[in-house]
Structures are given as structure tokens and as C-alpha cells.
């Protein structure tokens, strides 16, 4: 399963965009890459998944070269409630996952 | 819609013992995944479960088994305990399909395990 490299920690102020870039050089052709968001205490969040370009909901948008080699989730216009560990994952998704978590990024967004 | 629910949420054990903890997933899904996730770390992916059989398994060691019953409930076993199992124990449901899908695994609150 592929790699993944992210920072550790980041910060940032209410109301500013918050980019989280991701590296997974050794991506496989079939691996999806997702990210999850956790508060303390509480289970990880589904926020996002790709494939490759662009995708965007409500909550993020993700950011996909075409060598797919690293990924960036945006987050628009942060609030104090978007401070959490985000997790990069890269792995085949389906019911089969068995998608391995990094250290994740801590993000703390100050007032 | 049901979540993903967890029992029970903090429980303190003393080494050598043994813990059960439980799952039962959310409502529609058919696979359940564990993972153990000390503090300030990811979580650690322990095994997975699909249609009762042990689908995958992370590097723990045998003494953490697990179940998954006819109604897509699951259990974690932990045999023998160390103070190192002291984590937090989520349970993630999803549905599988065997075709690559949003894949989103739906995670519990986790139940807190203290060994002393």
C-alpha cells in the first residue's frame, strides 16, 4: 500500500483557505486517495476522495496532479470548528479497504 | 439511519487480562474494520471483517481476534493484555461491493481501553 507524507502541523486564522498537500510517490494505478478529519476523542470523518483532477463538495475541494503522485485538500474560508488532525489516505477503496492512516496534519485555526 | 456504535466507551483493565469490546455497524453495511489508535498517533489498522471472515489483517499479533456475526455486528478480542494495548479502539462499517466504490468508511466513537 502506498505511502503517504504529509506535514505535521499547520496553522492558520479564521476565514483564510487552508491547502494540506500530500505526497504518495508510489501510488498504484488503482488506488483512490481520500481524506479523513478527526476531532479529539471522536472516530475519523470522510471528507473527500479522488481519483485524479479536481473534485469539490461542500466541505473541501481535493486537488489531483495528473502524475498523481500528491494531492492537496482545500479547505475554504476555515472557522475555529476545522481544527483536527486531517488524514491523507491512499489505498484501492471499495468494501475492501484496508486503508492505512498516517500521523496525519494537525490543523489549528486561530480567532 | 443508525450509525456506528461502540460499547463500551472507557474501560480500565489490568495486564494479563482479557477485553471484549463491541460494534455493531451502521445499518446496511456488511463489512467492519478495526483499529487501535494510541495517542497522538493514526490509527493502526487491526484486521478487517467481511461477511463473517477475517478479510485482511494489519501487524498485530494472533492475541487480538476478532467476530462478525450474521447481522454484521463485530466483536475485538484482546487476549493477555500489555500496558502498550492501552489506545483507542474505533470500529469503522462500510459496505462492500467488490468494485471500487467511495469506499467511505463510517468510524464509531471508539472505546477507550486503559490497561494497568
Known amino acids: 500500500l502506498a505511502k503517504t507524507t504529509q506535514p505535521i502541523s499547520m496553522d492558520s486564522y479564521e476565514g483564510q483557505e487552508v491547502n494540506i498537500t500530500c505526497s504518495h510517490n508510489?501510488?498504484?494505478?488503482?488506488?483512490?486517495i481520500t481524506w479523513y478529519q478527526q476531532f479529539p476523542s471522536q472516530g475519523p470523518r470522510f471528507i473527500i476522495q479522488?481519483?485524479?483532477t479536481k473534485v469539490t463538495n461542500e466541505v473541501a475541494s481535493l486537488f489531483i496532479p495528473a502524475d498523481r503522485k500528491s494531492s492537496t485538500l482545500s479547505l475554504p474560508r476555515v472557522s475555529l470548528s476545522d481544527t483536527a488532525v486531517y488524514y491523507c489516505l491512499v489505498g484501492l477503496s471499495g468494501g475492501y479497504n484496508k486503508l492505512i492512516f498516517g500521523a496525519g496534519t494537525r490543523l489549528a485555526v486561530h480567532p | 439511519e443508525t450509525g456506528v456504535t461502540q460499547s463500551p466507551t472507557h474501560l480500565i483493565k489490568t495486564r494479563g487480562q482479557q477485553v471484549t469490546l463491541r460494534c455493531s455497524s451502521q445499518?446496511?453495511?456488511?463489512?467492519v474494520s478495526w483499529y487501535q489508535q494510541a495517542l497522538g498517533q493514526g490509527p493502526q489498522f487491526i484486521f478487517q471483517y467481511y461477511r463473517e471472515e477475517e478479510n485482511g489483517r494489519g501487524n498485530f499479533p494472533p492475541r487480538f481476534s476478532g467476530l462478525q456475526f450474521p447481522n454484521y455486528s463485530s466483536e475485538l478480542n484482546v487476549n493477555a493484555l500489555e500496558l502498550d494495548d492501552s489506545a483507542l479502539y474505533l470500529c469503522?462499517?462500510?459496505?462492500?461491493?467488490?468494485?471500487?466504490?467511495?469506499?467511505?468508511?463510517?468510524f464509531g466513537e471508539g472505546s477507550r481501553l486503559t490497561v494497568l
Open positions: 479522488g481519483y485524479k
Open positions: 445499518s446496511g453495511h456488511n463489512t
Open positions: 469503522a462499517s462500510s459496505l462492500a461491493s467488490g468494485l471500487p466504490n467511495t469506499g467511505e468508511l463510517f
Open positions: 508510489n501510488i498504484a494505478t488503482n488506488d483512490y
